[in-house]
């Protein structure tokens, strides 16, 4: 979407920014997910400007020699990069293509890219792969795997979480009657409004391929009145997309409906264990599927490069499963082979699922060559033309 025009507008959201002019991008990461997302994207053979610190060697007249540090900026032709997990920190060594005072041309050096140091990005052609990333780190509702509705008894407020803020997507506030001796019906109709209300708001602003876990939360029994409620509306309706994802509500106690209680709730031990796990559903559920496939109906799924591709060609793929360390390997040809592959399986209808591999289940994916697929249809002849994982490694 962004090579059809020469020159772009500025991006700019409460945690990451960038603007694109050509090929250039100029980034400032302002939190840790922001340098994973970096660490995507930056590969061998790009072109990196940023600012850092070189030790100089100086002569004074007399001939004496001494030596000190000096703040420059410098461009390096990336040849290595490395990232620090623990000081968050990318290391991005290279060969300097820019006249400086202070390094000589084709002189190595090793830029330490840092929270909120802002540097700019030169590819030769940015993929499809790799604008899909900008997008996700720019856009804050596109990593908010967590959604939140903090509520009691005629207030609700639904939130999308990321790792670095909390959206309120939408507040509903309203009266509702009291329950009187003898008249409870009243008390019911507005509870019902009220629910119909925030399940409306619910559907309207999380995005459930995105979302990993939706946490309902209230003091009392607010909270399981309105999962009830919800489910009931689901049947009645035919809701697709709330029964086949009734595995990602959770429900918690909460002091109040008040936004601020969300916080007290996430401290919770408890709370985080089952977030964790249910956030990490969505991966593992997909690779539990492809096993049970490979077991059950082994024509149907397959792993390695040339399986998948093949696959792909007969417009075979219902999901396919790529690791995010595929796309770092340093042979631009073989990086481009796997754009297309995603291209490719998103143009014939197909689901992409990309693997994080700092995360258990994208490990597991990588001991299959980092590459895998489910198909729509069975495909024997793929076995019978005695493809081995072996050959392909």
Not at 317 to 345: G, H, M, P, W
Request: with cysteine; hydrophobic share 40%.
């Amino acid at each position: 979407m962004y090579e059809s025009k020469e020159e772009y507008t500025i991006i700019c959201q409460p945690h990451y920014i960038y603007y694109i002019q050509h090929q250039n991008v100029t980034i400032i990461p302002e939190e840790s997910e922001d340098m994973w997302h970096a660490y995507n994207l930056v590969a061998e053979g790009d072109s990196l400007r940023a600012s850092t610190i070189r030790k100089v060697t100086t002569e004074s007249s007399t001939g004496s020699v001494g030596s000190n540090r000096v703040r420059t900026t410098l461009t390096v032709r990336v040849e290595n990069v490395d990232f620090d997990t623990q000081a968050c920190v990318l290391r991005v060594k290279g060969r300097n293509i820019q006249e400086n005072q202070y390094v000589k041309m084709g002189a190595y050096h090793t830029i330490d890219l840092e929270l909120n140091r802002k540097f700019t990005l030169v590819k030769a052609h940015w993929d499809s792969v790799a604008l899909d990333r900008l997008d996700m780190a720019c856009d804050p509702t596109q990593h908010a795997d967590l959604a939140a509705i903090i509520m009691q008894e005629g207030l609700a407020n639904v939130c999308l979480v990321t790792a670095s803020m909390t959206l309120v997507k939408a507040k509903i506030d309203v009266n509702i009657p009291r329950k009187r001796k003898g008249q409870c019906s009243q008390h019911e109709k507005g509870l019902n409004k009220f629910f119909e209300s925030v399940m409306q708001a619910l559907l309207r602003h999380v995005n459930f391929e995105i979302v990993k876990c939706v946490l309902i939360a209230s003091p009392g029994f607010v909270k399981d009145q309105f999962y009830d409620y919800v489910f009931q509306q689901a049947i009645k309706l035919e809701n697709k997309v709330l029964l086949e994802n009734k595995s990602m509500f959770v429900l918690v106690h909460s002091s109040s409906g008040f936004k601020h209680s969300l916080k007290e709730i996430l401290q919770d031990p408890v709370v985080q264990n089952k977030l964790s796990d249910t956030k990490a559903a969505g991966e593992v559920k997909v690779l539990e599927c492809f096993y049970t496939i490979l077991q059950t109906e082994p024509d149907r799924a397959f792993y390695g490069i040339k399986h998948v591709e093949k696959a792909c060609k007969a417009q075979a793929i219902e999901t396919l499963l790529i690791s995010d360390n595929l796309f770092r390997c340093q042979d631009v040809a073989q990086r481009k082979c796997y754009v297309n592959l995603v291209d490719s399986v998103k143009e014939s209808g197909g689901d992409v699922k990309l693997f994080s591999s700092l995360h258990i289940s994208g490990e597991q994916l990588e001991q299959l060559t980092g590459v895998a697929a489910i198909l729509r249809f069975p495909m024997p002849e793929l076995e019978e033309e005695g493809i081995s994982s072996g050959e392909e490694d």
